[in-house]
């Protein structure tokens, strides 16, 4: 069960566009349309962002996307703002039916 | 409101046991998948254990599988975690979580989180 691979940090200015992949394997990213994002700030419990790959819960702002392709899951936010900054994690369901986090990307507003 | 609270962390002995628990309220508890999230000190998330409504799929991360067991009592709105033979890698806070739902479909999201309790496995 080793993580999902994700950048350690990426960084944007206030307006512009980031994206964060998020790298695994045919038996979990690759397997189902099963991919999930959360945002997590500091001291807080996460929270979910992107579900099934694309689909956003309630509430989460339409600035925030998702894609795959292949083994690569990508989260892609938009019009970036201060509230944006923290880390984020990409998650899957596995073909052992077991869930597998990324190890995180922290997130700069710059 | 939608509520998730655990209890039971605290510091235990390498090789030691303990029990958390996770008490579910603003929902009907018994159809959701339940899970035990944990995030070792300024570490990532890892996944630890997930079990269904009816207690009859169950699954555990590599790390923690024959030391670790999950439950639910779904009379009591409550998910728990029987850690035993405890590790120094242990030590985190463990989250309890629930599975999404939308119009009575359940998806692999993790929709509502608690706050958290800490382990710490130290001698």
């Known amino acids: 069960q080793s993580a999902l691979t994700q950048p350690a940090s990426v960084s944007g200015s206030p307006g512009q566009s980031i994206t964060i992949s998020c790298i695994g394997t045919?038996?979990?990213?690759?397997?189902?349309?099963?991919v999930s994002w959360y945002q997590q700030h500091p001291g807080k419990a996460p929270k979910l962002m992107i579900y099934?790959?694309?689909s956003r819960p309630s509430g989460v702002s339409n600035r925030f996307s998702g894609s795959k392709s292949g083994n690569t899951a990508s989260l892609t936010i938009s019009g970036l703002q201060a509230a944006d900054e923290g880390d984020y994690y990409c998650s899957s369901y596995t073909t052992r039916s077991t869930r597998v986090f990324g190890g995180g990307t922290k997130l700069t507003v710059l | 409101e939608v509520q998730l609270v655990e209890s039971g962390g605290g510091l235990v002995k390498p090789g030691g046991s303990l029990r958390l628990s996770c008490a579910a309220s603003g929902f009907t508890f018994s159809p959701y998948t339940m899970n035990w999230v944990r995030q070792a000190p300024g570490k990532g998330l890892e996944w630890v254990s997930s079990?269904?409504?009816?207690?009859?799929?169950?699954y555990y991360a590599d790390s923690v599988k024959g030391r670790f067991t999950i439950s639910r009592d779904n009379a009591k709105n409550s998910l728990y975690l029987q850690m035993n033979s405890l590790r120094a890698e242990d030590t985190a806070v463990y989250y309890c979580t629930r599975d999404l739902a939308v119009a009575g479909r359940y998806y692999y999201g993790m929709d509502v989180w608690g706050q958290g309790t800490t382990v710490t496995a130290s001698s």
């Open positions: 099934d790959v694309t």
């Open positions: 045919s038996s979990d990213v690759g397997a189902y349309n099963y």
């Open positions: 079990i269904n409504g009816r207690s009859n799929y169950i």
